[in-house]
């Protein structure tokens, strides 16, 4: 009598491989126009150089453009010919920031030619934790105001993940937006004031009781590592006299 043939049937499972593949996705620090190269952070805050191919593709906002549009504080996407080489970069909506072309200050009198002196002035700003001068309001003179609203975003002062908006009471004092005199280097100048929670829905105004030759604004305390962003409306009122 033949005993039954019994066959083990051995299954292999596999799993891939996890590897810590680097980031396409950076932020911009400084750009070099004369070698062509950027420092960049990627996602895990850490600094390399790019160097970008001449005649590389470049594209800021949907718009094809040259190396001169690059700027610091732009979000990137990069594709490499080689490690540590561009041949192509894109900048703009839905890569980190809501504008690839950052405005980082802004004049707060009017322009001499304004027909309006009074008039004041309307800015949307992007705000990065990761500069002491992440937004610079320069000739701020006594009695000027300025208003200040939340519009979206959030960021951290350590970290990658931005998690906290500085807009909500719970937040941290830390996170806070400050006004502040500007910084040398990576060394904050003193706050001035922190800009209060809850200006989504009740403006905050801000009245200058002296001359500035500028003010930051900046992440309350600050490592200059911190992920994230936070928008804010600026509306500036030049003093009445």
């Not at 405005?103 to 304004?114: E, L, R, W």
């Not at 309006?116 to 006594?142: C, E, H, M, W, Y």
């Not at 806070?176 to 209060?196: K, M, S």
């Amino acid at each position: 009598m033949k005993r039954p043939l019994f066959c083990t049937l051995i299954f292999v499972v596999t799993f891939p491989l996890l590897l810590n593949a680097a980031s396409d996705a950076y932020h911009v620090d400084s750009v070099d126009a004369t070698s062509g190269e950027l420092t960049v952070k990627d996602s895990n805050l850490l600094e390399s150089t790019l160097r970008v191919l001449p005649g590389a593709d470049i594209i800021v906002d949907g718009t094809t453009a040259d190396f001169s549009a690059l700027q610091p504080n732009m979000e990137i996407k990069v594709t490499f010919a080689e490690p540590g080489v561009a041949q192509r970069i894109e900048a703009g909506e839905g890569l980190g920031l809501p504008h690839a072309k950052l405005v980082t200050s802004i004049d707060a009198m009017p322009d001499p030619d304004s027909v309006d002196q009074q008039a004041g002035k309307a800015v949307t700003v992007i705000i990065t934790p990761r500069s002491p001068n992440a937004f610079l309001i320069k000739d701020v003179r006594k009695g000027v105001k300025i208003e200040f609203h939340y519009n979206t975003g959030m960021w951290k002062n350590h970290g990658v993940i931005p998690t906290v908006n500085p807009d909500d009471p719970t937040s941290e004092t830390v996170c806070r937006l400050a006004i502040a005199l500007p910084g040398v280097g990576y060394q904050p100048g003193d706050t001035v004031v922190l800009v209060p929670p809850d200006t989504k829905t009740r403006r905050f105004v801000f009245e200058a009781q002296q001359d500035y030759p500028a003010l930051a604004l900046r992440i309350n305390f600050n490592t200059f590592q911190g992920p994230g962003h936070v928008v804010y409306d600026l509306h500036i009122t030049p003093p009445l006299d």
